[in-house]
């Protein structure tokens, strides 16, 4: 059973548009958690890192939260761009590497 | 473009063949991994090499091979590979061991392996 859950599976949305991607775990002990953005045919790159004391956290257009009570996170993205097309990875670090099955987004014109 | 270099980009082999993939990377981390990845899932780890020891192998079958001849180079050697082992080879590195604190994987590109 995958301890790192994200929602939804795949999402469409207009240029412009924002979203919301959600993360919820079950793994601990928690160090971290990360989301990484993998374009079709590259390797995931990291976008941000969220610790134990960390809420909000924003990288450009990309804003992460993380509920450590809830063991939830989410990474909004605003004013959307036909760039941002890509799997949107989670992983929560415990002793190991927890990974989601990430969340497919494609931006539309 | 990524920091993390893996050749080849694309690999065809057939069940018989003997073949390498190669890793390198110059920003000093002492951690590097091998990761495999099946369409539309997360990439499974393989391997796990800390400073150019094996640390991790996740019940990898025989037929891969790891190889860490420096700090700086990761090989995957391959030998009697199935259909099924087609996918998206990555190769990570990190400054420490990942899970251990905020060392983030730096994944190269990939090489799509084919086998027929």
Same mark, same amino acid.
């Given at each position: 059973?995958?301890?790192?859950?994200?929602? &939804?599976?795949?999402?469409?949305? @207009?240029?412009?548009?924002?979203?919301?991607?959600?993360?919820?775990?079950? *793994?601990?002990?928690?160090?971290?958690?990360?989301?990484?953005?993998?374009? $079709?045919?590259?390797? &995931? *790159?990291?976008? $941000?890192?969220?610790? !134990?004391?960390?809420?909000?956290?924003?990288?450009?257009?990309?804003?992460?939260?993380?509920?450590?009570?809830?063991?939830?996170?989410? @990474?909004?993205?605003?004013?959307?761009? @036909?760039?941002?097309?890509?799997?949107?990875?989670? *992983? *929560?670090? $415990?002793?190991?590497?927890? !990974?989601?099955?990430? $969340?497919?987004?494609?931006?539309? &014109? | 473009?990524?920091?993390?270099?893996?050749?080849?980009?694309?690999?065809?082999? +057939?069940?018989?063949?003997?073949?390498?993939?190669?890793?390198?990377?110059?920003?000093?981390?002492?951690?590097?991994?091998?990761?495999?990845?099946?369409?539309?899932? #997360?990439?499974?780890?393989?391997?796990?090499?800390?400073?150019?020891?094996?640390?991790?192998?996740?019940?990898? #079958?025989?037929?891969? /091979? #790891?190889?860490?001849?420096? /700090?700086?180079?990761?090989?995957?050697?391959?030998?009697?590979?199935? #259909?099924?082992?087609?996918?998206?080879?990555?190769?990570?590195? /990190?400054?420490?061991?990942? +899970?251990?604190?905020?060392?983030?994987?730096?994944? +190269?590109? +990939?090489?799509?392996?084919?086998?027929?």
């Amino acid at each position: 059973k995958n301890q790192v859950e994200q929602s &939804p599976q795949s999402l469409i949305i @207009l240029e412009g548009k924002n979203c919301t991607l959600q993360c919820n775990y079950t *793994v601990s002990p928690f160090s971290n958690l990360r989301w990484y953005k993998q374009d $079709t045919g590259r390797g &995931p *790159v990291s976008l $941000t890192i969220m610790t !134990f004391s960390e809420n909000t956290k924003s990288n450009g257009r990309y804003t992460a939260t993380l509920d450590a009570d809830t063991k939830q996170s989410s @990474l909004h993205i605003t004013a959307s761009q @036909l760039s941002d097309s890509a799997s949107y990875i989670c *992983v *929560v670090s $415990t002793d190991a590497l927890n !990974f989601g099955k990430g $969340t497919s987004l494609l931006v539309t &014109p | 473009d990524t920091e993390v270099t893996q050749t080849p980009k694309h690999l065809v082999m +057939g069940m018989t063949n003997k073949k390498s993939l190669k890793c390198e990377q110059h920003m000093g981390h002492r951690a590097m991994y091998w990761y495999k990845q099946k369409a539309k899932k #997360p990439p499974e780890l393989m391997f796990v090499y800390s400073y150019e020891k094996l640390s991790i192998n996740e019940s990898v #079958p025989s037929r891969f /091979s #790891p190889e860490c001849p420096n /700090s700086s180079l990761l090989n995957l050697h391959l030998h009697a590979l199935q #259909p099924e082992d087609s996918a998206l080879y990555l190769c990570a590195s /990190s400054q420490a061991s990942a +899970g251990t604190g905020g060392s983030p994987l730096h994944f +190269g590109n +990939g090489t799509r392996l084919t086998v027929t």
